[in-house]
């Protein structure tokens, strides 16, 4: 259960969040539901780059990922479900989004996550290896981490912080506090 699972169980929790869709030119695994992502082809995605439609975008593994510039409906939330190039610039451009770093719980959890998924060996070896340099690298950025250890409780814990935003947005700190 990755974060992707998290994710989906965090948008049908709170109809106030809104889950960013991406763009990849990866294909459909088998069994993968279509609306998982915009499936397009290099091209698409380029030309879609060059037109400034992504708020992020990164290469991962061989594939590109990107996130369309949100259009949530008003009053929502905006959810992205991205990895560590794509939220560094996320923070670039708005130096008050919240990071989440989700870790599994341990290497060999997270093994056996991405092989009951059908993934290939080299490829579960390469994710592997890619998730341990996303940890190190996303530890510098993250404002909060959650172990992805038991899922209702890593949703629980999300969920946790997205209410913490909220009450920090009703009540923001007054400017009369830090007159000393
Ligand atoms: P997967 O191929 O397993 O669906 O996704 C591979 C990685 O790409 C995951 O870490 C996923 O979170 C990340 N990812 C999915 N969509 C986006 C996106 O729009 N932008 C970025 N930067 N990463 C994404």
Do not use: C
Not at 14 to 28: A, F, V
Not at 135 to 159: G, P, Q, R, S
């Amino acid at each position: 259960m990755g974060k992707g699972t998290v994710a989906s169980r965090l948008i049908e929790a709170d109809p106030l969040l809104w889950l960013s869709r991406s763009w990849t030119t990866r294909t459909q695994r088998p069994g993968e539901d279509p609306e998982a992502y915009v499936f397009v082809d290099r091209d698409q995605f380029m030309a879609h780059m060059a037109a400034g439609g992504f708020l992020e975008w990164a290469e991962f593994l061989g594939n590109l990922y990107g996130t369309p510039l949100p259009a949530p409906p008003r009053g929502r939330d905006v959810l992205l479900e991205i990895e560590v190039d794509g939220a560094r610039q996320v923070v670039a451009r708005h130096p008050d989004a919240t990071v989440v770093l989700l870790v599994p719980p341990s290497l060999e959890v997270q093994e056996a996550r991405l092989r009951g998924r059908g993934d290939d060996d080299a490829h579960v070896a390469r994710r592997l290896a890619k998730g341990q340099e996303e940890i190190a690298a996303a530890k510098a950025f993250a404002t909060d981490i959650v172990v992805n250890d038991d899922l209702n409780t890593a949703v629980a814990e999300v969920a946790g912080i997205v209410e913490r935003l909220r009450s920090a947005r009703r009540n923001p700190p007054s400017p009369t506090t830090n007159e000393d």
